[in-house]
T-cell receptor
């Protein structure tokens, strides 16, 4: 199993450009999430999905779109990049079972917006 | 809104001493409380978790305690080692159904040799 994969690992954008961060998992997990990590602010939830075709907003959804057409993929779209979106982005997936809802994180994408 | 507060933000201990990190959550419907460890430049990884029907859970040198009435939970690391140095995050979730994790802001633990 590759687990949770993310591409690209690094990206530099100019203000106003758009792009898609890719996330895929091969563990047949029902739940997937996107977080951004900024210094001193921990991991903040952007969007999440509880299954194919179902998405919902997290704490900081503005400026981002998601879709979940398959169980495996959960791309994050930046519509018009802004310097405030400079961050490290993590995708995570999990399943629910009786005692744990452990999230598995991808390696992250470091995004810089100039 | 839902919130998780985590203290302290930094913690330095001597090797072999114990470390305690505390979190407080606001959503009384939360029932799942994981702790993640993140080494520099790497992804967060789960080290221990606890459900709301349990007051304490232990795994070798790490333990988590939960006080549901006070909405507090804590991570305890005993006999600390240099490789325990990392950033630790707590989180709270309603678990199955609504599925939404809220993370604390992290604690940078330094274990001094």
């Amino acid at each position: 199993n590759a687990g949770v994969t993310q591409t690209p690992k690094f990206q530099v954008l100019k203000t106003g450009q758009s792009m898609t961060l890719q996330c895929a998992q091969d563990m047949n997990h029902e739940y997937m999430s996107w977080y951004r990590q900024d210094p001193g602010m921990g991991l903040r939830l952007i969007h999440y999905s509880v299954g194919a075709g179902i998405t919902d907003q997290g704490e900081v959804p503005n400026g981002y779109n998601v879709s979940r057409s398959t169980t495996e993929d959960f791309p994050l779209r930046l519509l018009s990049a802004a310097p405030s979106q400079t961050s490290v982005y993590f995708c995570a997936s999990s399943y629910s079972r009786d005692t744990s809802y452990e999230q598995y994180f991808g390696p992250g994408t470091r995004l810089t917006v100039t | 809104g839902e919130n998780v507060e985590q203290h302290p933000s930094t913690l330095s201990v001597q090797e072999g001493d114990s470390a305690v990190i505390k979190c407080t959550y606001s959503d009384s419907a939360s029932n799942y409380f994981p702790w993640y460890k993140q080494e520099l430049g790497k992804r967060p990884q789960l080290i221990i978790d606890i459900r709301s029907n349990v007051g304490e859970k232990k795994d070798q040198r790490i333990a988590v305690t939960l006080n549901k009435t006070a909405k507090h939970f804590s991570l305890h690391i005993t006999e600390t080692q240099p490789e325990d140095s990392a950033v630790y995050f707590c989180a709270a979730s309603r678990g199955s159904g609504t599925y939404k994790y809220i993370f604390g802001t992290g604690t940078r633990l330094k274990v001094l040799a």
